[in-house]
């Protein structure tokens, strides 16, 4: 591009633009929604340094992104594709051998190959609220375009440990006070760039190129590092990678970006990237709202109904959205309790950064009402009742709310397994009646499931899905069954952990099995967490309805003896199949005085117990899905890792399957049913795939995505 037409902003390609402003070239990318490092970024890019390089008068270059973001990463359109030219590799390389010394202006969200280009730049400037990070841990990889070789010599070997293996971002403040910055100012990008680069030009901004740094030896954090991860994610494969390529980083930095791409490249071949990557498109895709038959009304204002943990967890979301909540509760000391379990969780947010003290008290002093009555919710557009899973308590409070409710709110039940159908028969408008089912804690878990009753309208579900879309959570729709999709599952997985006690199991090793298959925690200790006494009432409402056809187990027996007779419900009263003291916990010693004396370890392959944890799930799930309970693969995947954490790197229990291949799951099935029972007999769905050799994601491909509101 000859020089001369550098009067103004010039176009290089479709996103990247110049300038030359008093000696500094600047260096614009536009390539919206957030900037990502495509091919024609990277070209661009590259181009537009060649250009500026050979113009006359320009004695350093200023890189700076239009729109909300700097780069953002990987533009996700080329994932799988072969990488063209320039890959990103070998263009941060081109960058930071650039003759003219480089500055970066950062804003917005800087990830993955964004902050790895920032990095081979000679300064980094970022503007205030800024948050960077390195997040290709968690689809399965590593940072392969010099990531892992830039971060240590410019931050620190351990920081950089800390950084590439957990995948989090952190804030341009932690990022200058560990040098992956070199400072933050206030501005428009344009301006602060040009300011940047006049720095850079009089030496009141230094240069650091990451080529001439060195990265201090540090093998105790490398080796601490090792033992954590064997410790806390031995079943995850590229983290551990992420650790050999940060070794590297004594190497002169070409030789380590060597061994960072050979790394790179054995990430690449895991099954885990496949299954990662397979569940982060899953998830983006369930994120996308279908189309309604009508378009759903401004939510302007939340009803909840019960401020336990539950009730007040999702009032607290709400609030944080912005949403007026009014909570009702039955008496003045319940309300008085989910109000200071609501400012706690507030409180907590303000120390997290999330909220100001200012909006805190903002909130506390109107935005969050609360009454005894429910007429208060009078006003509400959306009233979610999250009281106890028993049928008549909800069908009491769903004819009080609706007594004063407006006629087109819609009423939502947070219940975790009773079936919404039946619920709604306490509703006098059943079409605006839906089940939104929270998990627990509200504030940390993603997922929220959405439930159809037989006549909820297209209205209430669109209503529903813009709720969720505005407290930035994940949801997934599923037809009404008992137990729905998640909670059926979860319990298939605790009462396979009781099932093993019975069988004779040491506790210790059930609890091992389950964490080393990739769960986050053993069934014993999800048990506790979701409540050994709400278990019991799950069966004991199951029973009762199901009445001649329930077929008793070991599973009642041992909840039995565990609820009603030793009062061990669970961490909410400190003592379960764990005894509890503050946040140390520890088995409880009197497990076999429950079910009888367990047989030595040595009698049991681990290797079978961790398939029978993952098998029951995925089996259930296949079953769930072949009553159209759930209706998209991709859901139920979602669904089984952000709900119950089902091992991420599978890709979720129907992905899981797909990898194993059917036929070689219902073999398996087969051979448990032998050995442990008729609860492995696998379903007639999976039998006819299993002879047709099908997978999931063939037989069933993902509904077109064409007619969608976007929630992300």
Same mark, same amino acid.
């Given at each position: ?80 594709k072969p990488p063209a030219d320039p890959w990103l590799p070998e263009l941060c390389n081109f960058i930071e051998g650039s003759t003219l010394p480089i500055v970066c202006v950062l804003h917005g969200t800087t990830l993955g190959g964004g902050l790895e280009v920032a990095m081979s730049c000679h300064a980094r400037v970022a503007l205030k609220g800024t948050k960077v ?45 560990? *040098?992956? !910055?070199?400072?933050? /100012?206030? $501005?428009?990008?344009? &301006?602060? +760039?040009?300011?940047? %680069? ?104 939340? *009803?909840? !109904?019960?401020?336990? /943990?539950? $009730?007040?967890?999702? &009032?607290? +979301?709400?609030?944080? %959205? ?37 909006r805190r008290d903002e909130i506390l002093g109107g935005v969050l009402a609360g009454a005894t009555d429910h007429a208060a919710l009078a006003g509400a557009d959306l009233v979610i009742e999250a009281v106890f899973e028993d049928r008549e308590i909800k069908k009491a409070v769903t004819e009080q709310a609706e007594a004063v409710m407006k006629s087109r709110a819609i ?23 839906? $089940? ?162 367990p047989k030595p370890a040595e009698s049991f392959n681990i290797e079978e117990l961790k398939q029978r944890l993952l098998v029951m799930q995925a089996l259930e799930t296949a079953r769930i899905f072949e009553e159209k309970c759930l209706t998209d693969v991709r859901e139920a995947d979602v669904g089984s890792i952000l709900g119950f954490g089902f091992a991420p790197y ?63």
């Amino acid at each position: 591009m000859p020089t001369e037409t550098l009067a103004g902003e010039t176009a290089v390609n479709d996103v990247v633009s110049i300038e030359i402003d008093g000696g500094i070239g600047l260096i614009a990318l536009n390539n919206p929604p957030v900037n990502a490092a495509s091919h024609a970024v990277r070209s661009g890019l590259w181009q537009a340094v060649e250009t500026l390089r050979k113009a006359d008068g320009v004695e350093v270059l200023a890189l700076y992104a239009k729109g909300r973001t700097f780069i953002a990463g990987a533009d996700i359109r080329e994932f799988g594709k072969p990488p063209a030219d320039p890959w990103l590799p070998e263009l941060c390389n081109f960058i930071e051998g650039s003759t003219l010394p480089i500055v970066c202006v950062l804003h917005g969200t800087t990830l993955g190959g964004g902050l790895e280009v920032a990095m081979s730049c000679h300064a980094r400037v970022a503007l205030k609220g800024t948050k960077v990070g390195l997040p290709e841990v968690t689809l399965g990889i590593l940072p392969g375009a010099g990531g892992t070789q830039r971060a240590p010599r410019l931050a620190g070997i351990s920081y950089a440990l800390d950084m590439i293996t957990t995948g989090r971002q952190v804030s341009a403040e932690e990022a200058l006070e560990h *040098g992956l !910055i070199d400072r933050i /100012t206030d $501005g428009e990008p344009r &301006a602060v +760039a040009l300011a940047a %680069a006049q720095d850079l030009k009089d030496g009141s901004l230094s240069q650091r190129r990451t080529g001439d740094l060195v990265a201090t030896p540090d093998a105790a954090a490398i080796e601490t590092m090792r033992a954590k991860l064997a410790r806390t994610q031995p079943l995850l494969f590229s983290p551990h990678k992420c650790i050999d390529a940060v070794a590297a980083c004594h190497l002169p930095i070409l030789e380590g970006m060597k061994e960072e791409r050979r790394l790179y490249e054995e990430c690449m071949k895991s099954p885990q990237r496949a299954g990662l990557i397979h569940a982060f498109f899953s998830e983006r895709a369930v994120t996308k709202i279908p189309e309604a038959s009508q378009e759903p009304r401004q939510i302007s204002s939340i *009803g909840v !109904i019960g401020g336990g /943990t539950m $009730g007040s967890g999702i &009032a607290t +979301a709400a609030l944080l %959205a912005g949403l007026p909540v009014t909570l009702t509760e039955r008496d003045e000391a319940g309300l008085g309790r989910g109000v200071q379990t609501i400012t706690g969780n507030l409180e907590g947010a303000v120390k997290r950064g999330k909220l100001t003290a200012a909006r805190r008290d903002e909130i506390l002093g109107g935005v969050l009402a609360g009454a005894t009555d429910h007429a208060a919710l009078a006003g509400a557009d959306l009233v979610i009742e999250a009281v106890f899973e028993d049928r008549e308590i909800k069908k009491a409070v769903t004819e009080q709310a609706e007594a004063v409710m407006k006629s087109r709110a819609i009423y939502a039940s947070n219940t975790s397994t009773l079936p919404i159908t039946s619920l709604a028969q306490a509703s006098k408008r059943p079409k605006n009646f839906i $089940g939104i089912h929270f998990f627990s804690p509200v504030d940390k878990m993603m997922l929220v499931e959405v439930i159809l009753g037989k006549r909820t309208s297209d209205r209430a579900l669109a209503m529903a899905l813009d709720y969720i879309k505005a407290i930035k959570k994940t949801p997934i729709v599923v037809n009404d069954s008992r137990g729905f999709y998640t909670s059926r599952v979860v319990m298939t997985y605790i009462r396979e952990g009781l099932m093993m006690l019975a069988d004779g199991v040491p506790a210790a090793m059930i609890e091992n099995a389950g964490k080393m298959a990739g769960m986050p925690v053993g069934p014993l200790s999800l048990g506790d967490e979701v409540a050994l006494d709400l278990a019991w009432k799950i069966v004991s409402a199951t029973r009762k309805d199901l009445g001649v056809k329930y077929v008793e187990g070991p599973l009642d027996n041992i909840l039995e003896e565990m609820v009603v007779k030793q009062e061990r419900f669970g961490r909410k009263n400190g003592k379960g199949f764990y005894d509890y003291k503050g946040k140390d916990k520890s088995l409880w010693p009197g497990i076999p005085e429950v079910t009888g004396q367990p047989k030595p370890a040595e009698s049991f392959n681990i290797e079978e117990l961790k398939q029978r944890l993952l098998v029951m799930q995925a089996l259930e799930t296949a079953r769930i899905f072949e009553e159209k309970c759930l209706t998209d693969v991709r859901e139920a995947d979602v669904g089984s890792i952000l709900g119950f954490g089902f091992a991420p790197y599978t890709g979720g229990t129907l992905s899981y399957i797909d990898m194993m291949g059917t036929a070689a799951f219902v073999d398996l099935c087969k051979k448990f049913t032998r050995k442990w029972g008729p609860r492995f007999k696998p379903n007639k769905l999976l039998k006819e795939m299993a002879k047709e050799n099908a997978t999931f994601y063939g037989k069933f491909p993902p509904k077109p995505e064409e007619k969608v509101r976007d929630a992300a």
